[in-house]
């Protein structure tokens, strides 16, 4: 189990401003970004376009540099090769090179984290069956749709089994089953100890496997904490009963007013659309789910020759 | 409501479509960098042709206008071919095309306005280059008698404006894009073309010798041994420039208006760098079109190449104008037929092939 | 354990490096890139030389072949080299798709090596394809024409006379002058020096009607009992003067003191040689002979014929077997192979640092600067380098000339056409600078800029 609550990503006083060609400054994205993201946790980063989220990411990966601040990534600077080494990514677009086939594509990632090819092609077969695309392993991904790319893309963030997944949108153009894959997957692998930062513009998304959200607007941290206390109101109680009646409904809420002296609300509470759409396709999503079980129960197998003391990192440089 | 007033809209529509699309390649494709350098080092390496000579056999001006327009038809090749890939290929590919053809677009429409637009790009650069030509052969060396001097003498006052005004150019640009956020590119691009279009006017105020005309009139023309051009009379403003060049670079930009038109279509189904190669391609073997068809039956392969390709020694005649000779206009009138039926051919197949390429 | 933990590293970091160069040579193979040169370099190797007309004799047949179509196929190569290694990164990072790669623990050096290696492949096996091409054209040609065993191509080792070098030629030169009070005014003491050691290299020498020269030689390699050697002289006439010239040629052992006479009077093809088998050299010892001396009579009639002009450096020269013809033209391969190596290098330093089509510009137009500039310095006289007007292109010129001198030093297909043998010297100067320490340099200055870039933008 990897050690509890120790700091997987920490940022100070994170600045960066973006500069035109004559060094004059045109936008700040990011405002004194103050966030700490603990081992095990799921993250959530919310916010409107051009709040600062995928520029914050950029920086947490290296991509971009802070104009100030500071930024540990596992402990290390971001640009650090044995941190990257623990690290998973899914951009926001997936940016896969259309001549490969999801084969080749995760054979090649596997090979930039130094996977032996036995332990590459392990690792590709079961990413392949996780996001259920072996039928379609040797087309070149030129030719997928969208959600299929994404399902490349996400197997990719994952070949090296990361202690840390960052994932930008991740369930931007995949299908609800897809989506919902998604979710599971993510809850799956914070079970497993995996800390997972994730954007995304659908809340209901965030809410549903989040622990703790940050709210960011035009680059300033807006808000911050465990989802449950964000969304807390405490001056109001909700109960739920199964199989009751109308009348006995009636008698329960006519009691509570004359009891409190205030206002009692009665509802029947609807499905979600999400799970409803579930329902309908019900038969295919379930195969795929039950497909993706073993998978979401142990996480990813580590390598066999895994020297380093993390469960889920591979050996890197 | 007459019945042919829906027709007259839609041509109308067509027409502003053309215009916008052509409009906005023109803008992107000047914008780019790679655009500006081809300019730039296509004015730059006419300017300076004639001060880098190291011999010097009394034809000088003519090295630097060959230079001139080869420098033309080879980076106008270059800018051409690239500007049609970028914006047909690159454009399919990035999905601008397909963005642009789901409003009320037709493909035709589009492809030709297309073609337009880096017809405009060709155009600007051709005009660019024409004018440095023209200053670079004034510019070279050329043997005058004068009172006080008989020899070679290089008008270099011209040589230097023609300099100075690209860096002139390039400054304003610079200053608009950090004062007023322009487009450095499409600044620079257009204010090189009009810096020697400038300097091309303002050479007719001074001679060879740097004396001004509307000071010193006749006498200094005479003295300066330019007396050929007015033998009596004030002269105020007499440019020294060989005019004669202007309708063979016409003809050179007949020869780069069918390589836009060939890019464009080539580009609808190839990358930039297939299009590119194949347009070389054609340039090397249209040039020796000749050579290809002497001796070559109609009906072998060696004819067949040599009657579908464009002959382009149609369009380089260089040496027509050497030792004051001079190109009919009625040549240049069949030049340009022949050009403009090479365009529509190479613009059809472009069609057709873009009628069925998928945009998704 | 240090050493395997030191194992462990380099087994991860060539796995990194193979699947970089893996992927870059697939994306070639891919995207028809590959097959589009292919198909040029064909058309290259295979109609070239049928539409190029020789003058009928094997040389000229044999120049066609070596000269024409393997230039045009390097040219070809280099171009296609030079972009496509601009394209490598500038398209990888202007589609975003390197932030997938950079973001995975890769050093940017890792990258570097990789696509560098990827070309080098690639390159290679073109290279391999177009001297194979043409090797077996030049045996179809042979076979077909009937050539002669002299005719036929051949590799030697090249032994040229044994004459001061250039830089001491122009020190004496120097001093004379100065002794004699005769230096040319306004130049600089390193300017006349290195216009004499210039002028050294491509110093004709006379040899008047009725005149005598000899020149000494130690070969490399000893001749030994049953190799023959040959002598070769080239030289112009004066005037170039057709008028008929005899003399006779000299070759002589000095370790055996044993000589052979040649008279000759066919001088219409301006080129002198003749073979002579070591056994005329007496009893040659086990371990061979180096020292030769070869002279030259010239006994044509004073007042009728014209006097001889060679090159001493160049034009006079003894050749002994080195080696099959098929090894020289693996080793000119390898010779041009690190020419592209290097351009490879190039191409990828300006592919960090710009755009595919800026870095695609600037590539090529550095290629032109440099082709240029080494042509200037060849033409350039010194007193029009001293004009004003010429200063900037000159000293432009003598930059690049002095950055591409060793890069561009070796000459693999002169040698070829000549039979000469690309000696190890060349090959290792070749493959030392262009194919190490320039990459070496080029490829420290792309991964610091590398490393500085910013690989993602405000999207």
Redesign the interface.
Known sequence: MPASKSPVIETRGLRKV?R???RRPT?E?VKGLDLTINDGEVFGLLGPNGSGK??TI?ML?????PTAGTIRVLGSAP?D??A??C?G?L?E?????T??TPR?TL??????????RAQAVQRTRELLAMVDLEHAADR?VGGFSKGMARRVGLA?ALV?APRLLILDEPTSGLDPIGSREVKDLVCALAKGGVTVLMTSHLLADVEDVCDRVAILDRGVLCAEGKIADLLRQPDAVRFEVEGLDEPDAAAVRAELEARTGRRVRQEYPAMSLERYFLQVVARDGQQRTFAMAPFLGATLSAPETD?TPTSNSL??? | MFPHDGQSRARGLALKQTAAIARATLVEAIQQPVAFLILLSAVMTTLLVPVFQFHRFGEDGRLARDSGLACMLVFGLVLAAGTAGRTVSGEITCGTAAAALGKPVRRVTFLLAKALGVLAVTMLFWLGVLCATLLAERGSAHFISHIEYTGYVMDVITLVLGVAGVAVALLVAAAR??YG?RR?GVSAFVGVVLSQVLVVLATGFYNRLGQLYPLLGEAACLDSGAGHAHAAGWVFYHPELNLRVIPVALLVLFALAIFAALATALATRLPTGPTLAICAGVLLLGLAGDSLLIGAPFWSVRGLVAGLLPDLQNFWLCDAVARGGRIAWRYVGAAALYALTCCVLFLGAGCLAFRERDLG | MPSKLLH??F???A??I???T??AV??AL??RTVAALLVLLAACVLVLPGVVKGDGTPEGELHILLTYTLSFAFGILCLATLWAACALFAAEID???I?????????AVEFWVGKWLALLVMNAVALLVVYAGVYAQVHWRMCRDGWEVIERPVSRHVARPLLPTPREEAREIFADLQARDQLPSGYSERTILRVLEQKAHEKYSEIPPGGRQAWRFQLRRPLHIGEVIAARMRFETEYNTRTQVSGICRLSCVETGRAVEVPLDDFTLKEIEFVVDARAFGQIPTEGVRAFELSFMHTSDPKRAAGLLLRFRKDVALLTPGGSFWMNMLRAAAVHWSVLALLAAFGLALSVCFSLPVAAFVATMLLVLTMVGNSVVQVVSEEDAQKWRNRAGVLVSRVVHSATRRALQAKPLAALTNGERIDTDMLRTSLGWNALLFPLLLAAASCAVL?RR???D??
């Open positions: 973006f035109d060609f004559w936008v994205a995928s520029t950029k990966l290296g991509l971009l540099r640009d090769t044995h990257k080494a690290i990514y951009p677009v997936s940016h896969l090179h001549f490969l080749e054979m090649y990632y596997a090979s930039l984290f130094g996977l032996s070149a990719q090296n020297p050996p890197m440089t | 894009h950090y956020r450095f | 462990r590293f087994a991860a970091s796995r990194r193979g699947g970089v893996v992927l697939r994306a891919r995207t589609s975003a798709r932030q997938l790669s950079a973001v995975k623990p890769v050093r490393r910013e690989l993602a405000t999207e």
